[in-house]
């Protein structure tokens, strides 16, 4: 059937609207696709390549080189030296126990190096290379290198790592650096990215740890490729970061050496001050340690040598030990005797060889007694009965007071660990800290520093050399930091009335030069060094009223834990003072035996080039022994000055 010519002309119709509606849609839809292709390709493009080179390209840290650590010369003590190692990456080794075996073909590598890189290797991500064995011989490193084919997932690195060279020397002043540990990171709020990398070392103890930002410098960082494992490739470019500041100590790394051979094995401490400005010249502990055993983690065997020794080694005595510091302390009472006006330099009090109160006896040192004794006496020959009066009639409060104006009883702002206050107990004191009131005994037993009153070596350095200036001194550790010199601010005077200080100097004067002085012995024969000190034992244990009837036993015949504590203060030369020393041997004996001529070798080696005290400057009698002493001394060949590296 034949459509009609109307039919075929509506039909035509329909099919070109169609045709145009299709065409319309189709075109619109290319136009979305064109509009989202130049939205991505052109408006979006910055974006999206910079996704893609977040991709591609990871920015990882560069680790700066640490700030060294040098004595007041210019001589080195902490820095950083070349190290060799080797290190294993899980990914290129496949099986790593197989690998560490043939490495142990190849250089010494006992069991526990294996099992604790093993250990290391599965706490890890694959690509991250472990540390197998550091601190390499050269040729131990060679023999790595030629035998690489073998060793996949070895490889020899070249690094820097921290190195002490003079140990024992400046242990316990510099410290020493160790692997960052989850504790150290706990510690901060926003820790430094730097710390996150493994292997990287922060300062554990000591000024290493205190101008731990100062020292630990900037970092760098580097572009590399790395695959879609995060494995690096290669590596693009780099900017280097800034190194720590060097800084240099007040110490002389001459005299630190000579005082830490003098102290020998004793369990003890010494600190020598500046009287002039508070620079500390030498503060050492006794016994002490390497720290250089620390740096990469010491073993269980060295670290169980170090704490069951009963000399405790790792602890800092100069500065961390509270000790009672007996006769030493008798300076204190006595200026504040006299400030008070209760006594003057010419006032005499009966010594019969005790002193009654309050239905007690307290006894003097000397069983017979001193009879009548003056200010310069009672120091000289450290009568206790002259001082057990004296502190009654001025009262504990002042005597306090006086400590305390002499750098007692406070922490003293050192760049070093556990800083003690010390304790300088008054009654408000005892209430506090005990809720007891405050008893006539107790008044006694702190005038001559026994009871409640602790004291460290580096507090009665600084009493002696605020006695022998007249002023505030301040102990200063830090001379410079990079380029810049720390300035010295002078000490404003104690407020003591000159004349009271120098009736005190000259009680000291006479301990070291009259005759019957405790420490005449230690006496120095040079009249342009002359010394004037105090000596002081301070008990550890108490004596009954029946070992004291029938006699007290000598320390010698006691175990060693039991036995006095040795003290000795002093500064020199006594005309113009310029240095100050303390010295405490635990467990010693007598201060004028013990602590007293290690006093003297300290004052003396300060005053003069060294690297020994000069014979002439000790009584002839004395000489041949002491040359003898002291030719023997382990005082190791301190190395030049060296140039700290300069800054652009």
Not at 169 to 191: C, I, Q, R, T
Request: proline content about 6%; glycine content about 8%.
């Amino acid at each position: 059937m034949r459509r009609s010519a109307r039919d075929t002309e509506d039909s035509a119709r329909k099919v070109n609207r169609r045709a145009l509606l299709l065409g319309g849609g189709v075109a619109a839809m290319f136009a979305v696709l064109a509009g989202r292709m130049r939205y991505l390709a052109v408006d979006q493009a910055d974006q999206f390549k910079l996704l893609a080179e977040e991709n591609r390209i990871s920015i990882r840290l560069i680790p700066p080189n640490r700030g060294q650590i040098f004595d007041r010369n210019g001589r080195l003590i902490a820095g950083n030296e070349q190290n060799y190692r080797v290190v294993i990456t899980r990914e290129d080794a496949g099986d790593v126990e197989e690998v560490l075996k043939r490495l142990a073909e190849v250089i010494p590598l006992p069991p526990e190096a294996i099992e604790r890189t093993l250990t290391e290797v599965r706490r890890h991500s694959p690509f991250v290379p472990v540390i197998v064995a550091d601190r390499m011989a050269w040729e131990d490193l060679s023999k790595v290198a030629i035998n690489a084919p073998s060793l996949p997932g070895v490889t020899p690195e070249v690094g820097l790592s921290r190195a002490y060279p003079l140990d024992t020397d400046f242990a316990h002043v510099v410290g020493y650096v160790g692997p960052v540990s989850e504790n150290d990171l706990a510690k901060l709020d926003y820790p430094d990215p730097l710390l996150k990398i493994p292997e990287f070392q922060i300062g554990k103890i000591g000024v290493e740890t205190w101008m731990e930002d100062r020292l630990r410098g900037r970092a760098g960082t580097k572009r590399i490729e790395v695959n879609a494992y995060g494995r690096m490739m290669r590596e693009i470019d780099r900017v280097e970061g800034d190194a720590g500041d060097d800084i240099r100590l007040t110490i002389d790394a001459e005299i630190q050496d000579f005082v830490q051979a003098r102290l020998g094995s004793e369990s003890a401490a010494a600190v020598a001050i500046d009287v002039t400005n508070g620079d500390v010249l030498a503060i050492c502990s006794s016994p002490s340690f390497d720290p250089n055993l620390f740096v990469r983690g010491i073993s269980y065997k060295d670290y169980a040598i170090l704490t069951e020794d009963d000399h405790r080694p790792l602890a800092n005595k100069a500065v961390q030990g509270a000790y009672p510091p007996g006769s030493t302390f008798k300076m204190v009472t006595a200026l504040a005797a006299l400030e008070a006006g209760v006594i003057n330099a010419d006032t005499s009090v009966y010594c019969p060889g005790h002193y009654e109160t309050g239905g007690r006896r307290f006894h003097c040192w000397k069983r017979g007694g001193h009879g009548a004794v003056s200010l310069a006496r009672s120091l000289s020959e450290s009568c206790d009965v002259y001082y057990y009066d004296i502190a009654q009639r001025v009262g504990i409060d002042k005597i306090a007071e006086m400590g305390r104006r002499l750098g007692l009883g406070m922490r003293h702002d050192l760049p070093m660990s556990a800083i003690t206050e010390g304790v300088m107990p008054d009654k408000a004191w005892k209430r506090l800290r005990y809720d007891q009131e405050w008893r006539i005994g107790d008044t006694i037993n702190a005038s001559i520093g026994q009871g409640y009153v602790l004291a460290s070596p580096l507090q009665l350095a600084v009493m002696t050399a605020r006695i022998a200036s007249g002023r505030a001194i301040l102990p200063r550790l830090v001379r410079s930091i990079g380029d810049q010199e720390l300035p010295v601010s002078e000490a404003p005077p104690l407020g003591i009335d000159g004349a009271l200080l120098r009736a005190v100097r000259q009680g000291m004067h006479s301990v070291m030069n009259d005759r019957r002085g405790t420490g005449y012995s230690n006496r120095v024969a040079d009249p342009a060094m002359v010394l004037a000190g105090k000596s002081g034992t301070s008990q550890v244990r108490n004596i009954s009223a029946a070992e004291r009837a029938r006699g007290v036993i000598s320390n010698d015949q006691l175990p060693w834990n039991r036995r006095d504590h040795a003290l000795f203060v002093g500064f020199a030369p006594f005309e113009a003072p310029k240095v100050a020393v303390a010295v405490v041997v635990e467990h010693g004996g007598g201060g004028s035996s013990v602590a007293g001529p290690i006093v003297r070798d300290v004052a003396l080696r300060c005053l003069t080039p060294g690297p020994l005290p000069p014979l002439s400057a000790y009584p002839k009698s004395q000489r041949g022994r002491i040359e003898t002493f002291l030719n023997a001394l382990p005082l190791r060949r301190i190395e030049p000055e060296v140039t700290a590296r300069s800054r652009a």
